[in-house]
């Protein structure tokens, strides 16, 4: 069993929206990612999905509103729900979700990340 440096571990983040493994729990992949500007409007059908904010500020856009997150806040988006994160300036993001959970959920474009890489 090894400590994991969450800090260590966003210094070896180059690319926004591209998010990286740093642990398992069970069947969730614990991922880190840092986000700027908007991302897609999706939805993740079979899956929750967990924001933390380690640094920054992250918007969740919703269709009926939009939920922000500041440092040290979290927010779980349950499946079926259609959302769209977008961060304004970069954020420092950890995110719990099932390994079956793609980053794009039904949409498939640049931004989709098939296969994730541990870090």
């Known amino acids: 069993m090894n400590k994991i440096s969450v800090s260590e571990k966003f210094e ?11 642990g398992e729990v069970n069947d969730s992949y614990i991922k880190l990612a840092k986000f700027k500007d908007e991302f897609v409007w999706h939805v993740h059908e ?10 920054g ?7 009926d509103g ?4 500041r440092e040290h806040e979290c927010m779980i988006v349950p499946k079926g ?3 769209m994160p977008f961060a304004e300036e970069e954020v420092h993001v950890m995110l719990v979700e ?6 794009t959920g039904n949409v498939e474009n ?4 098939k296969h994730l890489e541990k870090i």
């Open 98 to 103: 099932a390994k079956s959970t793609l980053n």
């Open 12 to 22: 070896q983040i180059n690319h926004y929206w591209e998010p990286k493994i740093i």
């Open 110 to 113: 640049e931004k989709t990340v």
């Open 66 to 69: 939009d939920v922000v997150l």
């Open 57 to 63: 500020t992250l918007t969740i856009r919703f269709r």
């Open 46 to 55: 079979h899956e929750d999905e967990m924001f933390y904010v380690i640094q």
């Open 81 to 83: 729900v259609e959302h």
